[in-house]
């Protein structure tokens, strides 16, 4: 695996805060459901993007995990 497909295992927002996996983004009380619905699908969308690059589809499962968590939370 290339290193460059690891800066796809953490996400950074403008803001400065970082996010070391896709539940830490579902488990921060600071954001409602609707910020953490778009940090994960803007996740999603680089992971995906960067995937038809170069073949590693690593994220692509605990995105969509966390993703049903959040659904299922209801918010």
């Given at each position: 695996?290339?290193?460059?497909?690891?800066?796809?295992a953490?996400?950074?927002?403008?803001?400065?805060?970082?996010?070391?996996?896709p539940?830490?983004?579902?488990?921060?009380?600071?954001?409602?459901?609707?910020?953490?619905?778009?940090?994960?699908?803007?996740?999603?969308?680089?992971?995906?993007?960067?995937?038809?690059?170069?073949?590693?589809?690593?994220?692509?499962?605990?995105?969509?995990?966390?993703i049903?968590?959040?659904?299922?939370l209801?918010?």
């Amino acid at each position: 695996m290339s290193t460059e497909s690891l800066k796809y295992a953490k996400f950074d927002r403008d803001d400065g805060k970082s996010y070391a996996s896709p539940m830490a983004v579902v488990e921060d009380a600071g954001l409602h459901g609707g910020e953490k619905r778009s940090i994960l699908e803007e996740w999603k969308r680089r992971v995906a993007e960067h995937n038809r690059a170069d073949g590693i589809h690593t994220m692509d499962h605990e995105l969509d995990s966390a993703i049903e968590r959040l659904a299922g939370l209801g918010t």
